[in-house]
């Protein structure tokens, strides 16, 4: 007899293991997630971390189900390998495990795509690398601040190189959705571009604003300045390798920013308080169709 | 028989009545928490506000327990009278409460002091009047958003003109720390110059932030620019006085911000990792001590 056949699964439900190799805030919430969630009841989660204590926090904390000192070994059962480290090395982690897996899945959560795209294109990895970011983090970093909501409702960048293999991008995208966020496609230098304007170069801003306040007035900031501030607490070495992988993109933005204090300034400078309003109420439109997006 | 006499009270417990002259977010907050809070029953709160409607939503939400739409009829029962209107009518108001009401003590929330208390030294209400600037706040305006603990563990700045009648400051000073908040002194150019790095500044950058985000960024932001940028949607008309009433220190302070602008455009222009790893360092270490603080 025909016994009824159930729909074809989507592809992402092949993935039955996923290694997530760097166990910061972003790997760390994403094992979290991955892993206690129940919705995709039987997920493996196979962590690597570079250092032994991470790893142990990971186990501790039931974080993975296993973790692995070595980036291959924690990749070798694994159908999905996501890359989570500086952005730096993300390209050289995905050419390694490309080379070692046969038929694992990569992508990663870096904020920079468009060098870890051409780097990886130069090599048969590209197959099966799906580049994505999720406009998901925090000023705090390391798995003592992951949590499992992170990406719910975030923004994820996913950015195809051109070079997958059929099948692969629909799976991976559809892994990241599991995860909460809403995923969207840019190129790999249209996602640049504009990470520069909305998050690269306003870290670097933010981290400007911070610097201004002499050490006797540390003691009368607002909340304001808080807010204003708040990423200027995030990793400068972090931040270091994201201005090298965009540095094109992000002096444009510097550059355009400075442009518009020129204008600021003369505008203050002539008491000029019509285009003052002007200019902050632009800005109040467009932060608050931000919220509100 | 001789009774226990209870020990002398402290001055500010002289204040029965307070006017709060605008109820705005940071008007409607003080007089909530001054006619709700355990500590002082008994006080008296009289609101006046322009809009017949803000009166009517004070009266309606037990923010108050009078209303008046004339500033003088409001502060005739008053011991009291705390102008939290837009910076540029302080002095104006101070000015008309102190001659139209003897013995009545004068004090105000204005962001900026140096041209409020100038204006007010040249007229005899300068006796009666301490300058305060409590350093609370929030993008939100409006009595809608008032809340009773607005001032809690907040600096509160009080600025002494140095012609103050005796215990003015003090009876001021006390009703302040009443609302929670930690008072101390500067002058006012002292407060105006370093508000302007600290606050007003940082506000005129936040927006510049925001504004150069293209409209179809807008759905990608992350919440570090929602951070960042969180300030840039307050009220425009409010900010347009406040750089009115402090020009020269926010134009110092712009172009100091605009001096280390050039200066890291050079910085990831040269692929100088090292110093960008150091601008960004002095940040971090600035805003981890102005958390702790």
Redesign the interface.
Known sequence: VNTPQPATEPAASAIRTVAVIGLGLLGGSLAKCVHNRTETPGVRVIGWARRSETRQFAIENDIVDAVSDDVIEACELADLAVIATPVDRIADYAIQIAAACPGILITDVGSTKLRIVEAVNQTPAAQRFVAAHP?????KTGIEHAFGELFCD??I?ITPSGNEQPGAIAAVEQFWKSTGGRT?HLTPRQHDD??A???H??????????????A???????????????????D??L??AI??EN?TA??A??????K???H??HI??D?D?ES??E??????L??????N?
């Open positions: 406009i998901a983090g925090s000023e975030k923004p960048v969207m504009l990470l304007i909305t998050s170069a306003p870290h670097l801003i933010s981290s400007l604003v911070a610097r201004q306040v002499p006797e007035a540390i003691g009368m900031v607002g909340t304001g300045w808080l807010d204003t501030t708040r990423i200027a607490a995030g400068e070495a931040w270091t201005v090298s540095r992000i002096l933005a510097l550059t355009a920013a400075q518009d204090l020129t600021l300034i203050v400078q008491s308080d003052l309003a200019f902050l109420r632009t800005a109040r467009i932060r608050q169709r931000a919220s997006g």
